[in-house]
């Protein structure tokens, strides 16, 4: 089993619509969890930490479920420029580095 | 605006042919990271570095070596390239400063390699 999974989609959404992805992890003692949004060919940028009670900015929302081990982030009135990949990153353990493991990726097609 | 700039930002080469790519960085940041990201595969950690005298293996560093110059420079080198490290390589900062307890990375721009 992968330590991150993401589904690949694309999610297809029209301009307005609510769209959520959930990303699972595999070790239950990771901690520190982020998404990320990539648009094509570009670097990943950080779109926002996930903590434990939550975290809203703006149309995002991102929710941590740590009984059932996945990460999820919910767009709210999705926007044209909201179509990237959605990358959600995991740091596995809590010994020694800290390394932050990513998933594939979930891609989203807004359209008109 | 605080960044990381990688050179260069593309680059076809053959087989066998020693590369060096470079990251730097005017964020202040101590922590840097090599990365490379092949379709299907995700964002795989080639080495970090902690600060200019720590050195670090990630989970795929054989045919690749690095060099930390300095705090705010870290490059890359393929000491022979071969095709299978045809990838898109991205350079990426974090500190203890930043959020979430240092692990909030940021990535430069990107390096799209071509091994012929």
């Known amino acids: 089993r992968k330590e991150v999974e993401q589904d690949p989609g694309p999610f297809n959404v029209p301009e307005g619509a609510t769209v959520a992805f959930n990303c699972t992890y595999s070790?239950?003692?990771?901690?520190?969890f982020f998404w990320y949004r990539q648009d094509c060919r570009k670097e990943p940028k950080l779109l926002m930490s996930?903590?434990?009670s939550g975290n809203e900015d703006g149309r995002f929302t991102a929710q941590l479920n740590r009984a059932s081990q996945y990460i999820s982030l919910l767009i709210r009135d999705s926007k044209l420029s909201d179509s990237a990949t959605y990358l959600c990153?995991?740091?596995?353990?809590?010994?020694?580095?800290?390394?932050?493991?990513f998933g594939t990726g979930t891609r989203l097609l807004v359209s008109p | 605006d605080a960044d990381v700039t990688q050179t260069p930002r593309n680059r076809i080469t053959k087989t066998g042919k020693r590369i060096m790519l470079e990251c730097s960085q005017t964020?202040?940041?101590?922590?840097m990271y090599w990365y490379r990201q092949d379709p299907g595969l995700g964002l795989r950690l080639i080495y970090y570095?902690?600060?200019?005298?720590?050195?670090n293996k990630g989970e795929i560093s054989d045919g690749y070596s690095v060099s930390r110059q300095a705090q705010a420079k870290f490059s890359l080198s393929l000491e022979s390239a071969i095709p299978n490290q045809t990838a898109l390589y991205f350079c990426?900062?974090?500190?203890?400063?930043?959020?979430?307890?240092?692990?909030?990375?940021?990535f430069g721009p990107g390096t799209r390699l071509t091994v012929l």
């Open positions: 990426a900062t974090s500190d203890l400063r930043s959020g979430g307890g240092g692990n909030e990375q940021f």
């Open positions: 070790n239950s003692a990771s901690q520190s």
């Open positions: 996930v903590y434990s």
């Open positions: 990153a995991v740091i596995p353990m809590n010994t020694g580095f800290q390394k932050l493991v």
């Open positions: 964020k202040g940041h101590d922590r």
């Open positions: 570095s902690f600060d200019v005298k720590d050195i």
